[in-house]
Structure formats: structure tokens, C-alpha cells
């Protein structure tokens, strides 16, 4: 098992509606990256995190936006909620590519 | 045209089999290239990154990059049912910050 924890694991919200998801990265780990994976797909980049700046962002609208904490905690806010947007959203803290590890997951359905 | 293509498979062989899995890009420019694994309710596991052209070994997994042809494999040697789950390939953007995924190959390997 990783240090890498999420929250909630699930999450049913309809659509319209706000969201938050959180990861607790691991310790020293000052990189945080998060990333929506579709059912039968590849993770896709959502946008990445280092030492509480946005370091780097993907092909998303500004309705998804982001916080990394000073405790290696993080967190994803998703506003104006799209069934598209149900999805499995997994973090990865990292200390550079030798150390990467991804949490469980957070499985989001939007009614 | 996807930046990473990927065969999804199903993918099924019999216990000691030896497993190839493989994938194309599409930008020259991408020089780390990487494979991981996803178990079913998991999130992914880096089993293995290659810099560059050239053949990386651990264990029972061999990754291979022939960048002339824009080829990544990954080869299961002695494939054991534990190794049952979905093959992730991926390479780092230019930027170095964002993991362009492919789609993933489930893999079967019957006992």
C-alpha cells in the first residue's frame, strides 16, 4: 500500500452541483499531480501542483480548479458539475519520477 | 491522431507464458517513457521508466523504446496470474510535468 490516501472513495452528485475531493500525499512528497480516468480509458492530466503553485495544466475548463496544502495535503474542486464528469479521479504525489505513487481513487457519478 | 495509442485488448495467455505489450506515440520530442500497472479498484503503480532508446530490466519485466519507430514494449517474462490486470503506458510531456497515458491493455493470464 501507498501513503497516498483520497477522499471520499465515492461520491454520487447531480448535475449543476460542486464537488471536492481531497488526497493526502506522501510525506516529503512536494508534488501532487491529478488526473480523471473514464471508465475503459487512460488517466487524462487534469493539472499538477508543486510546493502550493499550479505547476502545469491539461486540457480542462476552468470549472476544475485546485489547492496543495503545507501538510502534503491537496484538493480538486469541480464546479457546475456535467455527467461527463462522472469519472474514477486519482492523485499521485511524487518526489521526482523515481518516487510516484498514485491513491485509491475517488469514483464521482453525476446523476 | 492521440499523442499515445494503445491496444485495450483483452489480452488472455496461459500461466508462464511470455507477455508483449505494446505502444506507439506520436511526438518525437518525448524522452521518458514509462509503464504502469493497474489492478482492478487500484490506482496505478509506475512498475518501470526508460529514458531515451534502449532496454530496462527488473525482474520478469523488460521495457524497451526504439525511438526511430516511436515504439514502446514491455515484455512478461514467466507471466503469473497475479500479473492479471491493466497495463498502463505513458510518456512524460516535454514540460516534464504532465503523464500522457494510453488507454491500457487488460491483461489475462490463466492459471
Known amino acids: 500500500e501507498t501513503g497516498v490516501t483520497q477522499s471520499p472513495t465515492h461520491l454520487i452528485k447531480t448535475r449543476g452541483q460542486q464537488v471536492t475531493l481531497r488526497c493526502s500525499s506522501q510525506?516529503?512528497?512536494?508534488?501532487v499531480s491529478w488526473y480523471q480516468q473514464a471508465l475503459g480509458q487512460g488517466p487524462q492530466f487534469i493539472f499538477q501542483?508543486?510546493?502550493?503553485?499550479?505547476?502545469g495544466r491539461g486540457n480542462f475548463p476552468p470549472r476544475f480548479s485546485g489547492l496543495q496544502f503545507p501538510n502534503y495535503s491537496s484538493e480538486l474542486n469541480v464546479n457546475a458539475l456535467e455527467l461527463d464528469d462522472s469519472a474514477l479521479y486519482l492523485c499521485?504525489?511524487?518526489?521526482?519520477?523515481?518516487?510516484?505513487?498514485f491513491g485509491p481513487g475517488t469514483r464521482l457519478t453525476v446523476l | 491522431q492521440k499523442e499515445v495509442e494503445q491496444d485495450p485488448g483483452p489480452l488472455s495467455v496461459p500461466e508462464g507464458a511470455i507477455v508483449s505489450l505494446n505502444c506507439t506515440y506520436s511526438n518525437s520530442a518525448f524522452q521518458y517513457f514509462m509503464w504502469y500497472r493497474q489492478y482492478s479498484r487500484k490506482g496505478p503503480e509506475l512498475l518501470m521508466y526508460t529514458y531515451s532508446s534502449g532496454n530496462k530490466e527488473d525482474g520478469r519485466f523488460t521495457a524497451q523504446v526504439d525511438k526511430s519507430s516511436k515504439y514502446i514494449s514491455l515484455f512478461i517474462r514467466d507471466s503469473q496470474p497475479s500479473d492479471s490486470a491493466t497495463y498502463l503506458c505513458?510518456?512524460?510531456?516535454?514540460?516534464?510535468?504532465?503523464?500522457?497515458f494510453g488507454a491500457g491493455t487488460r491483461l489475462f493470464v490463466k492459471a
Open positions: 501542483y508543486y510546493r502550493e503553485e499550479e505547476n
Open positions: 510525506s516529503g512528497h512536494n508534488t
Open positions: 505513458a510518456v512524460l510531456n516535454t514540460g516534464g510535468f504532465k503523464t500522457i
Open positions: 499521485a504525489s511524487s518526489l521526482g519520477l523515481d518516487e510516484q505513487f
